[in-house]
C-alpha cells in the first residue's frame, strides 16, 4: 500500500488546549464530538440499519476516495478512533465478516456508508500495519480492511472528528486501530464487541512509544514505536502551546499520539505533555513541543522530512530542533 502524496502543506494557525498547565494554559476543552445519543437519533431518523440513503451528505464527505496517512483520535466518547488522513473517522459493519472480509453494505447503504478505498494507505504511527488488508466488493473494487473488516466513512460526518455513525442500527461502530469496536478503557475492546460476526479475541489496540536513534547524520534524534524519526514544526509555540499544522498539513505530518513515560526511554521529562486538539486529535509533545511523523519517510531511519520548507526538523532528546544536515 503506497503512500498519498502530491498534497498541499496548509498552515492554518490552531491554538490547542493543553491538558497540563505546564506548557503555558490551563485546561479547556476543545474539539468535543457528538455523544452518542446523536447517532442514536440519526439512526431512527432514517429509519434503516445504514442511516441515510439517496445522496445524503453529498458534497460533506470525502467518499470513497482512500484513506491516505491513517491517524489515531483520542475522543472523550469512545477513546481511541481510527481516522483517515483528514480526520473523518472510520467505521465497521456488523453484518460484513472479517473472516474472510466480505461487505454486506451495497446500494443506497453504499451510497450513506461510502467505502474507503484501498490502495494508497498508510498505517497510522503506533498502528500494526499488519492489519491492513484489502476486499474485492461485488462491484469489482478494492476496499480497505482493518483487522478484516471492511471499512467506511459515514455521509453524515461533515467535519474531522464527528461521530455521527456510532452506533446508527446497533450495526455501525467507529474503528479502533486493530480493527475492533473502538471502546473507552476496553482492552482488545472486550464485552463492547459483542458476541460479533466470526471475529477472533484479537490485540489491544496498540500503545504510542518513543525511544532515542543513532542517526550518521543528525546524531540522536527521536522516534516512534515503528522506528520512523519524529519532528517538529518551527510554526508551533510551546508558550502558549499552538500548532500550526492542521487539513492537508496533517495529512503530510500525521500527529504523534500519547505516549505514557513508561514507553519514552531516553526522552526528557520535563514538558512532557499532551495537547487536546481542536480537531479531536490528541497530541504528543516533548519540552511542550508538538511532535509528528512524515509520511514522506517510508523506512525506519528515513529523514526525508529533515529540513523541509526551512520549517520542519529532527528532534533531539531534550525537545531541541536537530538542524545538523
Do not use: H
Amino acid at each position: 500500500m503506497g503512500i498519498k502524496r502530491g498534497t498541499t502543506l496548509a498552515t492554518v494557525a490552531v491554538v490547542v488546549a493543553l491538558t497540563a498547565t505546564a506548557c503555558g494554559q490551563g485546561e479547556t476543552k476543545a474539539g468535543a464530538v457528538k455523544p452518542a445519543g446523536a447517532a442514536a437519533q440519526a439512526g431512527s431518523e432514517y429509519g434503516s440499519d445504514y442511516g441515510a440513503g439517496g445522496d445524503a451528505g453529498a458534497g460533506a464527505n470525502p467518499g470513497t476516495k482512500a484513506g491516505g496517512q491513517l491517524a489515531v483520535a483520542q475522543t472523550e466518547q469512545l477513546g481511541q478512533v481510527l481516522t483517515d488522513s483528514a480526520g473523518f473517522t472510520l467505521y465497521r459493519f456488523d453484518k460484513d465478516t472479517p473472516k474472510p472480509p466480505k461487505s454486506n453494505c451495497d446500494g443506497d447503504c453504499a451510497k450513506a456508508w461510502p467505502a474507503v478505498a484501498a490502495g494508497d494507505v498508510t498505517a497510522a504511527s503506533g498502528m500494526d500495519a499488519a492489519v491492513l488488508g484489502e476486499v474485492t466488493r461485488s462491484d469489482g473494487s478494492k476496499q480497505l480492511t482493518v483487522g478484516g473488516w471492511p471499512v467506511y466513512r459515514f455521509a453524515k460526518d461533515t467535519k474531522a472528528g464527528d461521530l455521527n455513525g456510532q452506533g446508527v442500527g446497533g450495526t455501525w461502530f467507529a474503528l479502533a486501530p486493530d480493527g475492533k469496536k473502538a471502546a473507552k478503557g476496553a482492552a482488545g475492546q472486550g464485552s463492547a464487541e459483542g458476541s460479533g460476526a466470526g471475529e477472533g479475541s484479537g490485540a489491544a489496540p496498540a500503545t504510542g512509544k518513543l525511544s532515542v536513534a543513532k542517526n550518521p547524520k543528525l546524531g540522536d534524534i527521536v522516534v516512534d514505536g515503528n522506528g520512523m524519526t519524529v519532528y517538529r514544526f518551527k510554526k508551533d509555540t510551546a508558550w502558549p502551546m499552538a500548532s500550526n499544522c492542521t487539513g492537508d498539513c496533517l495529512a503530510k505530518w500525521p500527529v504523534v499520539p500519547p505516549v505514557d513515560k513508561a514507553n519514552a526511554k531516553g526522552i526528557i521529562e520535563k514538558g512532557f505533555s499532551v495537547l487536546d486538539r481542536p480537531d479531536g486529535k490528541k497530541q504528543q509533545s516533548i519540552d511542550c513541543w508538538p511532535i509528528y511523523t512524515f509520511t514522506g519517510d517510508k523506512k525506519p531511519g528515513d529523514t526525508n522530512g529533515q529540513g523541509v520548507g526551512g520549517t520542519w526538523y529532527a528532534v533531539s532528546p531534550d525537545g531541541k530542533l536537530v538542524t545538523t544536515s
